[in-house]
């Protein structure tokens, strides 16, 4: 049924939960996965925690653990015996959400899969809600899989 599934992942816990998930998913269906990291130059500058300016050293090292972090998703995947892909994105600019969208659409995506923190209230209206964007305009089904 879902032979591409688009893995948005950043290492943090909530996205291995939706990896897992995925995984899972894929066995059964005999699907490819592909996981998808973007480097978001735009977040990192506008984050409550940043106060440093964004570098071409701080850049690289941003985009070196986004290479770690695919690299330990598709360790995983191959492990599980499933297909796996993976794309390190650049992000100069727009939404990580609007960013995933693209990417399903250009692959040919049929399922993404994300790990949520299930935000509510001020959180979610302070940091926004990527998953909420991409279930929202997301051509394809979205699986949404909220974090321990």
């Known amino acids: 049924m879902y032979e591409k599934i688009l893995v948005p992942v950043d290492g943090s816990p909530t996205s291995l939960a939706g990896l897992q998930e995925a995984i899972a998913l894929a066995r059964v269906m005999d699907s490819t996965i592909r996981v998808l990291h973007v480097v978001d130059e735009i977040s990192f500058m506008t984050s409550f925690e940043s106060s440093m300016a964004l570098t071409a050293e701080v850049f690289e090292t941003l985009k070196k653990a986004g290479q770690e972090v695919l690299q330990d998703a598709e360790t995983r995947v191959r492990a599980a015996g499933v297909a796996v892909e993976s794309e390190l994105y650049e992000s100069y600019a727009g939404r990580v959400s609007d960013l995933v969208i693209a990417k399903a659409k250009e692959w040919g995506a049929q399922l993404i899969v994300l ?15 990527d998953a909420e964007q991409v279930l929202r305009q997301s051509p394809v089904p979205v699986l949404l899989v909220r974090g321990a």
Not at 115 to 129: A, D, F, Q, W
Request: proline content about 0%; hydrophobic content about 25%; glycine content about 34%.
């Open 115 to 129: 790990g949520t923190h299930g935000r509510r209230g001020v959180g979610r209206m302070l940091l926004g809600s």
